[in-house]
T-cell receptor, first 113, second 111 residues
Framework: GAGVSQSPRYKVAKRGQDVALRCDPI?????LFWYQQALGQGPEFLTY????????KSGLPSDRFFAERPEGSVSTLKIQRTQQEDSAVYLC???????????FGPGTRLTVL | QKEVEQDPGPLSVPEGAIVSLNCTYS??????FMWYRQYSRKGPELLMY????GNKEDGRFTAQVDKSSKYISLFIRDSQPSDSATYLC???????????FGKGNQVVVIP
């Protein structure tokens, strides 16, 4: 079946631009996670949704980062006024339950010039 | 100090060798331990999942958890060129499924 998909796969932004990254989780998956993976590093947790409720946003690095999942399915991670340090791969993962295995998408590689 | 430490040094081994990877951690509340494999330009893929201390074997892969030492290991037997990837350890606390990852080990299996 279809896995987690993310779009765009690659995004180049000029410093100061706003970007929106999309995640389509596996159909029916309750939980959705966003992680940030810098070059040569492991993924770092950003935020977690259970259905449409954002239960944990403690990993968001600044108030320029905002995530939503309004209908409990597709999620969007928005970064306002991008900075060079925002350059990273943004990974989305979904899980069928609140504690189950997380299935990752291919990521969106964001480059801020 | 990060919660999860994984020596990120690349590892090159000849085909057929045993690959040994490990992570240490500082949070004694971690109870779920995972190993993910990540190919270049792809998302992490779950390889092994263990709960608490002990060993788990799946084909050529063996995962070990020693909670008393806060140390986990992954062994790959009879390594194949297709095993060439980055291996990430990850762990979580009971009731909180945010994953804490190590930096990852890049493994290259030379034919």
């Amino acid at each position: 079946g279809a896995g987690v998909s993310q779009s765009p796969r690659y995004k180049v932004a000029k410093r100061g631009q706003d970007v929106a990254l999309r995640c389509d989780p596996i159909s029916g998956h309750v939980s959705l996670f966003w992680y940030q993976q810098a070059l040569g590093q492991g993924p770092e947790f950003l935020t977690y949704f259970q259905n449409e409720a954002q239960l944990d946003k403690s990993g968001l690095p600044s108030d320029r980062f905002f995530a939503e999942r309004p209908e409990g399915s597709v999620s969007t991670l928005k970064i306002q006024r991008t900075q060079q340090e925002d350059s990273a791969v943004y990974l989305c993962a979904s899980s069928p339950t609140s504690v189950g295995t997380q299935y990752f998408g291919p990521g969106t590689r964001l480059t801020v010039l | 100090q990060k919660e999860v430490e994984q020596d990120p040094g690349p590892l090159s081994v000849p085909e057929g060798a045993i690959v040994s990877l490990n992570c240490t951690y500082s949070n004694s509340a971690f109870q779920y331990f995972m190993w993910y494999r990540q190919y270049s330009r792809k998302g992490p893929e779950l390889l092994m999942y263990t709960y608490s201390s002990g060993n788990k074997e799946d084909g050529r892969f063996t995962a070990q958890v020693d909670k008393s030492s806060k140390y986990i290991s992954l062994f790959i037997r009879d390594s194949q060129p297709s095993d060439s990837a980055t291996y990430l350890c990850a762990m979580s606390v009971y009731g909180n499924n945010r994953l804490a990852f190590g930096k990852g080990n890049q493994v290259v299996v030379i034919p």
